[in-house]
Structures are given as C-alpha cells and as structure tokens.
C-alpha cells in the first residue's frame, strides 16, 4: 500500500545579521570577527588545512529576535523557559494591517485562533535598513493584546520596530503578552509572501539562562 507525503517550501522570516547593523537606536551593534583565523589555523594543523571558529558580540535585541517573560518581568521565565510548543512549527495565520498605524484587531478576527502564531504584517518592514524605520511604526493596541491573550494565541509577531508604540515609556502591549507567557517576535520580514493562514511558524531562539530576548531565524513552512 503506496503513501504520499505532501512537499513543503520554507519562508525565511528573518533578517540578516551584519557587522554595524542597527536594530534599534541607541543598542550595541553586532560586531563579527575570527577567533581562530584561517591563516592561523594553517600553523596548527599544517598547510592547506584551514578551520575558521568566529566570535560574535551581539546584544540579545539584534534583528529578527523573541521576546519572553524574562524580557518584561524579573519573575518571569528567560529562555530557558520557553515551552516549544508556542514557537516551533505552530498552525500560523499572517493578519494585513498595511496602512494602519495603531492596530486594533476585533475579536472575530481572533477568533478559532487558540494555538497559532499571529504574524501581523504591517509592511514596515520594507523601511529596514533606513532611518524610516526608527520613526514613527505600525503597533498593536493595548485592546487587541488582551483579546490575543483572550483567544489563547501561541505567539504573536510583527514586522515593525516595535510590536508597542515607542513615544513614551508605557509598553502596554509587552506588559499584558509577556505577562500571559506570549512569546513575541519582533523585526520579521518578507509577511507580504505569506497566504492568510494554511501555513505553520518557527522561530526558536538558544536556550540562554539568564536572557529575556535573543535572535532567532524565524521562518514559516508552507504545503505545496
């Protein structure tokens, strides 16, 4: 008896990482550079034989990263924590908020959505790498982050600076889904690729004690 398996394409969701690049004003830049050089590695293990071992000096809110309780509450649980089931290969569905500023999503649209990574795509992210991108951005309302939590969501992403609006110091949105254990990802890139739902969501971050937030190469699995 014949069985099938039905073919699958990953999206990549994240993006790349380099030397000086900013994520957000005023945060250290990652700086990438050899430990153990390939020239240096000749001198150790004989010529034409060549290993390289890089560091990297990287602040933990560099690029496409995940945010956890840690992040927002001193009792809350770091990395270490962070159950796999909310952000490894969960049913996704990417929500178009393009041309609004404050999103506020109703209850009907988060209905049925117990267990799904919500992605919002405010096509923000088109500005990477600009200084457009460090002003005003599209962010979640106070609201909306108590119907999130309310409809049991695993995760909630954005392609913006900021999943909360930055003017002040209030973080409505980071207090209410981190005080829930709702994982958060911000800085995604590429959502406009994605179909409404049907597809499913990773971004797992390195099991860090003591770290609230890190990068992750976050990505979306779709059937073919």
Known sequence: MGSSTAATRHLDLSHVITPGMQTYPGLPVPIVEDHLSRDAAEEIYGPGIT?????????????????????????????????????????????????VTSIDLDAATLAGLAGHAVLVHTGHAEHWGSDRYFGPHPHLTAD????????????????????????????????????????????????????????????????????GTFTVRAYATLSE
Request: overall charge negative.
């Open 51 to 99: 290993f390289q071992i890089g560091m990297v000096h990287l602040c933990t809110n560099t690029g496409t990263y995940l945010d956890v309780p840690f992040h927002r509450y001193a009792d809350g649980h770091d990395l270490t924590g962070l159950t796999l089931d909310r952000v490894a290969d969960v049913p996704a569905v990417c929500i178009d908020a393009r041309g």
């Open 144 to 211: 909306t982050a108590e119907r999130l939590v309310e409809a049991g969501v695993a995760c909630v992403g954005i392609d913006s600076l900021n999943i909360d609006a930055t003017e002040g110091g209030e973080r409505p949105v980071h207090s209410i889904l981190l005080g829930a254990e709702i994982p958060i990802v911000e800085h995604l890139t590429g959502l406009e690729a994605l179909p409404a739902s049907g597809f499913r969501f990773s971004a797992v971050p390195p099991k860090i004690e003591g770290a």
